[in-house]
């Protein structure tokens, strides 16, 4: 009678909490995600995934490239009887237009050729940027190229902060050469320009001469005497000479040249 009532327990069990999650096949994500007609599937995602699965989609591609929540596309796949571990942590996957995998994989027995050069994992743009566009954190992803940029940053806040130079494409690795410190000041404004050392403090108006991000030193013209001198910007409109103009030069100095 225990027995008996043992077992039905059991199976009341199973029956509200569902049956036992089994590990399902593993697979990894491949090194290039691409698609040729705009439906993204398990198997453009994923080395390993074979059968009728590899044709399930599980996003759509509107334009040049896709970004899909890397837990969203874990679950799509478990549920197709597929284990992707994400151990490197992955939080967006970047598909882009190209040679579409077709469903086919390299199968759990072996790897595809591009797997075998290895995946890395890189920063790249979240979205596309127009030149001069200031980078925020939200604008940077981390995603699985075939390699990255020589001067591929190793952190984010190498980037954040600084402007494009150039319009930048949603799903390229970041490079350095992409960004530089924002200008503050463009050739022929009028600026400010400050001294202030030792409970002195002098001011003056100028015309800029050039265009400057905040510490870089630039020429600016005297409004009244036409005599042009060095100041170093110190913000919109404004700049400074003297001491103040070293300190902060100095300080931003490591920055700037990072970020060329």
Known sequence: M??????????????????????????SL???????????????LFDGVSGPAANMVVAARMGPTAVLDAGQVQVSARRAGFDWTNSNGIRRIIVREGLDNG????????????????????????????????????????????????DAPRDSDAVIGLAAKRPLREGAAVSLRDVAAAQVIKSGDLVTITYDEGGISLSLQGKAMASAATGD????????????????????????????????????????????
Not at 30 to 44: E, S, V
Not at 127 to 132: E, T
Not at 234 to 254: D, E, N
């Open 30 to 44: 491949r090194m290039d995600t691409t698609d040729a007609d705009g439906r993204i599937t398990l198997g453009d």
């Open 2 to 27: 225990k027995t008996f009532l043992f077992a039905a327990a059991a199976t009341l069990v199973i029956t509200l909490l569902g049956a036992p999650a089994f590990a399902g096949t593993p697979v």
């Open 103 to 150: 469903g086919v994989s390299a199968g759990a027995g072996g790897a595809s050729a591009s797997a075998a050069r290895g995946n890395v994992e890189v920063l790249a743009y979240a979205r596309s940027m127009m030149a001069g566009e200031i980078v925020q954190p939200q604008d940077l992803i981390y995603v699985k190229m075939a390699g990255a940029p020589v």
């Open 217 to 260: 030193a630039f020429a600016v013209q005297n409004t009244l005497s036409k005599k042009i001198i060095q100041a170093v910007a110190t913000g919109p409109g404004s700049a400074a000479v003297g001491p103040q103009a070293r300190s902060l030069q100095a300080r931003s100095q490591p920055v700037r040249f990072a970020a060329r």
